[in-house]
């Protein structure tokens, strides 16, 4: 039971990423439990539990989503920004070395820098990312699922779940960076 | 890898350099530039601390600023 307790949000999450609505993604993660418990006796310790029970649930998601007719195109949830650089081109002089260097926040105190208004402009940051960047930062860097996980859970490949979390982590750092530098001024 | 990286192209690796996911030759040449570049170790600082932050953060935190953002957007549109 603490099983389906502690994963059930999460997969209620990832479901959501697949179907239109809430109670559709509440369907899907019951019909993912069903799933799992006709499949347990066939479970071979493979994958870990929590990758093999991903796996039902993004395999019943799918399916849904299809049946749905919600094909969003991977470019809309990924973002059309993958290839962007992480700094502007002007920060690099023509040789690609620093011409300009980011803000550098090492200075300042710690409280400041961790502190409330700072995880507040992370969380915002975050919320605004095209969709499939959010899902892979939010599972990599605030769930901590490794990167095999989340690449099973979102169905990505290995290139496409690095690109997308680098893409979310430069915007997130970015932010961050024009935070603490109006602040310190 | 046969040749020297530049700053532009260390920031483009250095996620996969922290989460170990470059191959050797390629982690090799990233390490020898941030010996000797302040400016892209202070970088690799900043995101560390970045991805130490917004683990820090909750889940309904993320999912509270999501409804926030979506509040503002429809307030912008009622009154547009």
């Known amino acids: ?185 | 890898m046969s040749r020297d990286l530049v700053c532009r192209e260390v920031v483009e690796l250095i996620n996969g350099y922290l989460d170990g996911s470059l191959p050797a030759d390629v982690r090799a040449a990233v390490e020898a530039h941030l010996a000797g570049c302040d400016g892209c170790t202070m970088v690799l600082e900043e995101f560390r601390q970045t991805i130490a932050m917004t683990g820090m953060l909750t889940e309904e935190q993320v999912a509270s600023a999501q409804r926030d953002i979506l509040l503002a957007a429809f307030r912008g549109w009622a009154t547009a």
Request: charged share 25%; aromatic share 6%; no cysteine.
């Open chain 1, 1 to 185: 039971m603490e099983l389906v307790d502690g994963l059930t949000p999460s997969m209620r999450r990832v479901a959501r990423m697949f179907v239109s609505s809430d109670a559709v993604a509440d369907e899907v993660v019951q019909e993912a439990w069903v799933g799992v418990l006709k499949g347990l006796a066939g479970y071979e310790g493979r994958a870990s539990l929590r990758t093999w029970i991903f796996r039902i649930l993004v395999n019943i998601a799918k399916g849904r989503g299809q049946r749905e007719a919600r094909s969003v195109p991977f470019a809309t949830l990924a973002g059309d920004d993958l290839d962007a650089p992480t700094f502007d081109a002007a920060a690099f002089d023509h040789s690609g070395g620093w011409s300009t260097l980011p803000f550098d926040w090492r200075g300042m105190p710690d409280e400041r820098v961790t502190g409330r208004e700072t995880l507040a402009v992370i969380g915002r940051a975050i919320a605004s990312l095209p969709p499939m960047q959010a899902h892979v930062i939010r599972l990599r860097d605030v769930l901590g699922w490794s990167s095999d996980e989340v690449r099973n859970a979102l169905d990505l490949t290995d290139t496409n779940q690095r690109v997308l979390l680098h893409r979310a982590r430069a915007k997130v750092r970015a932010a961050v960076e024009e935070h603490l530098r109006s602040v310190s001024a």
